[in-house]
């Protein structure tokens, strides 16, 4: 019975809806997930002098470091990195316009373009560093305009943002189920980075259903989620040498 | 023959006294007053063309600069992840700071009847409005839509939508809005039988000008009274405002999350480091007041930046205290990311600059102002309040954009450098200078009748061989 109390308050605020499960030991770091995620979410292209400084914009990105002194060097496992959509976000309540809020809904943290501001304090607050702000107007050139996604909005400067989760395909495949008079069934529809990822290394689902794949992927007991001991109650869960 | 030389020294000893303080060399009421409007309407070709080159700086820092960032975007500043925060919050905190000295020395030292700070209270009061200007400029500039900062404002809108109380940020906002309403009205409400006075000696527009200020202000008993009143009122009410500024200030960052802000001694701590810098700025421009303008020389007197020098001794003593405390704490805690960020502050890329900020705030001001004669002279106290604001500048960019440079996710982890802030940096500094300049030319610097008051209420007594001064209550 050491149970504290905090803990059954966080697992009781915890009410999780969509989640991932990532696995870095089969994760290539192959980047069709980054690749993926530009195209379906209209993600802006820099260009080559903000990227240099650092500006790229990715709502995913694969960390990689070096581990131990040379010549013993090892490479640490591949780790996509993105919104974790914490149950209790540090950078929800922030926000001085409401521009970034927590979705009842959804169980998502939600950025709403037409009201951010560009303060930047939801950035510096998120303690995974996985927002990226729209430093200016990005030019799209011909015949790039023709692959944007129709059911996403495109940024303009001065705007906060980041990974949904790919709402979108949340919303459509709702609305189907919804058509057709049934629930969402597990498997049916994934984010733009589970549907690329060609090792399988990202599973989407619901975290609320027992019986769902990222459920019983995620009862494996190797599991991580990170920074938890922040009190952020991430969404994201990290498998490693398993 | 003993008696007569003794005589002669208290003789001496009277006149040394008058020499030193204000307070006990009176002058005619008229030609004070005619000392005063002559500082106003005396300016030279210098004057003006450091007035057109201020003005210059300030349209091409300021306004040009803001102007082509609001139409690219952010990227032309050297904002960046994982440095979000850059040289423009560094700027709203410093000159925030700043605005700290007008408060504490025209209200704390009003309430406490400091004696001193009656020639220069003007001068203070000007620095927190004009130094509030800046911030705002600064926090504006900062961010990423600005012509969409009023939704930042609470103002009835059809969709119900509010600013979030939740943000540190709306705080600020209702703070600071706060701090300039009551301090402008503050800085208004002393300077009306000034320019009553001022009115009365004018001609042409600056009559009307006068007039429209002075709110017919005639100096009748009751009117005093009701002046008197107010400015108690106010002197009383606007001190927890000025803590409670830098306070919230401080709460942006203390209430974030990240290593090295999450601390809570970051509200005194922030409140003292905005008086450090805000005393070395007054002790600056009363330096430059006495040097520049006529008439000066007689109103502030060694014994004005002595008094000064010694608060700034006091204050950087406490800043040294709540820095110690804070450095301490959090090293203490030994928490990974706090010692990685603390060992980063000292021998990280920009360690130098936390070696400087401890030299200039602390180091120098101790080896410097113990000395009644060196805190006495003007060139000395002047270049320690520089060497201040250039540290307490630093205080802050180490708090900002250096602790922001590494976090909890190494792989972000990168170092700021600032672009466009730089202009746009100077050129709030050069409107500050240019407003100050201004307004030195249309209202009275020196509260004349404050100065009056004050030396109505200072005698020189004899008891016996011994000359002593008395202060009466005149209130």
Not at chain 1, 127 to 135: E, G, T
Not at chain 2, 220 to 229: I, K
Not at chain 2, 367 to 376: E, Q
């Amino acid at each position: 019975m050491d149970i504290k109390i905090s803990e059954v308050k966080l697992s009781e605020e915890q009410a999780g809806k969509w989640g991932l499960v990532i696995d870095q030991d089969i994760c290539t770091g192959c980047q069709a997930c980054v690749a993926a995620c530009a195209m379906e979410n209209n993600l802006s292209f820099v260009g080559e002098e903000d990227s240099g400084y650092g500006r790229s914009m990715h709502w995913i990105r694969i960390e990689r470091f070096w581990e131990g002194e040379y010549p013993e060097v090892k490479m640490t496992p591949n780790q996509p990195m993105m919104c974790q959509q914490c149950g209790s976000a540090p950078c929800e309540p922030v926000c001085p316009v409401f521009a970034t809020v927590h979705s009842e809904a959804e169980q998502l943290n939600l950025q709403v373009y037409n009201r951010c501001v560009g303060t930047r304090y939801c950035a510096n607050n998120c303690p995974y560093q996985v927002r990226s702000f729209n430093w200016r107007d990005y030019e799209r050139p011909e015949p790039l305009p023709n692959q944007l996604n129709p059911d996403v909005t495109v940024r303009r400067r001065g705007v906060m943002e980041k990974c949904t989760f790919c709402i979108q395909r949340i919303h459509q495949a709702q609305d189907q189920a919804k058509a057709e008079g049934r629930e969402v069934v597990d498997g049916e529809f994934t984010t733009a980075c589970a549907q690329a990822c060609p090792a399988s290394a990202i599973i989407f689902g619901r975290v609320d259903d027992p019986e769902s794949l990222v459920s019983q992927l995620g009862r494996r007991s190797h599991g991580v989620k990170h920074l938890e001991e922040l009190g952020t109650l991430p969404n994201v869960t990290y498998f490693k040498g398993g | 023959m003993a008696e007569k030389k003794n005589h002669a020294e208290h003789a001496h000893g009277e006149e040394h006294l008058r020499k030193k303080h204000l307070m006990l060399d009176p002058l005619p009421r008229g030609q004070m007053n005619a000392m005063v409007m002559e500082s106003m309407h005396t300016t030279s070709w210098k004057f003006w063309a450091v007035f057109g080159l201020l003005a210059a700086i300030t349209a091409y820092g300021l306004f040009y600069s803001w102007g082509v960032m609001i139409a690219e975007g952010l990227g032309v500043a050297g904002v960046n992840r994982p440095a979000y925060w850059g040289i423009f919050l560094v700027n709203t905190v410093f000159w925030i700071g700043i605005s700290h000295a007008g408060t504490f020395i025209s209200a704390i030292l009003r309430v406490f009847k400091a004696e001193f700070r009656r020639p220069f209270t003007r001068a203070a009061e000007l620095m927190t409005t004009f130094g509030l200007v800046q911030a705002g400029f600064s926090i504006f500039m900062h961010m990423g839509r600005v012509w969409l900062s009023y939704w930042l404002m609470p103002y009835p809108n059809q969709r119900m939508l509010w600013p979030n109380l939740h943000s540190p940020l709306s705080w600020d906002l209702l703070a600071i809005t706060t701090y300039l309403l009551s301090s402008t009205m503050y800085l208004f409400l002393p300077l009306i039988p000034d320019v009553a006075m001022a009115r009365d000696r004018s001609t042409g527009w600056r009559k009307t000008f006068y007039k429209i200020l002075a709110l017919g202000f005639r100096g009748t008993e009751g009117e005093w009274t009701h002046l008197r009143n107010a400015m108690n009122i106010f002197a009383w009410a606007i001190i927890p405002v000025m803590f409670s500024v830098h306070t919230i200030v401080s709460w942006d960052f203390a209430a974030a999350t990240r290593p090295g802000w999450n601390s809570t001694i970051f509200g005194p701590y922030f409140v003292v480091g905005a008086l450090h810098s805000g005393m070395g700025a007054v002790i600056m421009v009363l330096a430059i007041v006495r040097g520049t303008m006529k008439n000066m020389k007689y109103f502030i007197r060694p014994e004005h930046f002595e008094a000064i020098g010694k608060l700034m001794l006091i204050i950087s003593m406490t800043w040294a205290y709540f820095f110690f405390n804070d450095y301490m704490v959090q090293w203490y805690g030994g928490d990974k990311w706090t010692k990685q960020l603390l060992h980063f502050h000292e021998a990280g890329p920009m360690g130098w600059m936390w070696f400087v900020m401890l030299i200039f705030n602390v180091a120098i001001p101790w080896a410097v102002l113990w000395n009644r004669k060196w805190r006495s002279t003007p060139w000395i106290v002047f270049t320690v309040g520089l060497l201040i604001n250039v540290g307490m500048w630093f205080e802050r960019y180490i708090i900002i954009p250096i602790s922001l440079s590494i976090n909890r996710m190494p792989f972000t982890w990168r170092l700021y450098q600032p672009g466009i802030e730089i202009p746009l940096g100077i050129g709030t500094l050069a409107f500050f200078i240019l407003l100050y300049m201004a307004a030195s030319r249309l209202i009275p610097l020196i509260p004349v009748w404050e100065v009056q008051e004050g030396q109505m209420a200072h005698e020189l007594k004899k008891y016996g061989r011994e000359t002593v001064v008395t202060v009466s209550e005149l209130e």
